[in-house]
């Protein structure tokens, strides 16, 4: 079945460095790809997203780009802030959206002042 | 109130217990789940409602009873719980069949502990 691994946390990283979070994702065809976050006590929200192979999904500073010759969707920021500090999660829904989604693990992000 | 909504925010329960977890979508959406949220693993899909008909139960033991009385209003009924179900669950809301893929938007969750 469909299946997305993303780099483990924690991350600590101190304000104003670069970000990257690996995800990478096993799916038959042309999945939608997404990053949700979760900062602390609060629900998911969606982040950015990108429905097809070589776009880029953008939001808040945030970037990942749907490469789909290396099945990937990693998450980058060039310079990150005190207020990034959450926890980042890839997911994707397969190809047609029928389907769920199916989340990673998540990935905690501290960033230090 | 807008978007979705969780009540309560934090639940401490015996294992003799019952209790009820509460979840409302101001969005106008038509499709509704529940996710329990662990340590260190991934978000685990329970329940999905479509049009207030469960589409989706995946394998979630019956100590866990869901109900969608409406669109708008989804439940959690929980009873003889075992101290392994204290987790985060969130509720989630989409528009299931006006676009290509169903984004979901989530509740701030309850925080479950079972004693």
């Known amino acids: 079945g469909d299946s997305v691994t993303q780099m483990e946390g924690p991350v600590t990283l101190s304000e104003e460095a670069f970000l990257t979070i690996n995800c990478t994702y096993t799916?038959?065809?042309?999945?939608?790809l997404f990053w949700y976050v979760q900062y602390p006590g609060e629900g998911l929200q969606l982040l950015l997203k990108a429905t097809k192979a070589d776009d880029k999904g953008s939001n808040k500073g945030f970037e990942a780009t749907y490469r789909k010759e290396t099945t990937s969707f990693h998450l980058e920021k060039g310079s990150v802030q005190v207020s990034d500090s959450a926890v980042y999660f890839c997911a994707l829904i397969g190809q047609g959206g029928s389907e769920k989604l199916v989340f990673g693990k998540g990935t905690k992000l501290t960033v230090n002042p | 109130e807008t978007g979705v909504t969780q009540t309560p925010r934090h639940l401490v329960m015996g294992m003799t217990n019952k209790k009820s977890l509460k979840c409302e979508q101001h969005?106008?959406?038509?499709?509704m789940y529940w996710y329990k949220q662990s340590a260190k693993k991934p978000l685990e899909l329970m329940f999905v409602?479509?049009?207030?008909?469960?589409?989706e139960n995946n394998s979630v033991p019956s100590r866990f009873s869901p109900e969608c009385p409406n669109s708008s209003h989804l439940f959690l009924h929980l009873h003889t719980l075992q101290p392994e179900d204290s987790a985060l669950y969130l509720c989630?809301?989409?528009?299931?069949?006006?676009?290509?893929?169903?984004?979901?938007?989530f509740g701030p969750g309850t925080r479950l502990t079972v004693l």
């Open positions: 409602y479509s049009l207030e008909e469960r589409v």
């Open positions: 969005l106008g959406h038509n499709a």
């Open positions: 989630a809301s989409s528009q299931d069949g006006t676009v290509s893929y169903n984004e979901q938007f």
């Open positions: 799916a038959t065809g042309y999945p939608s």
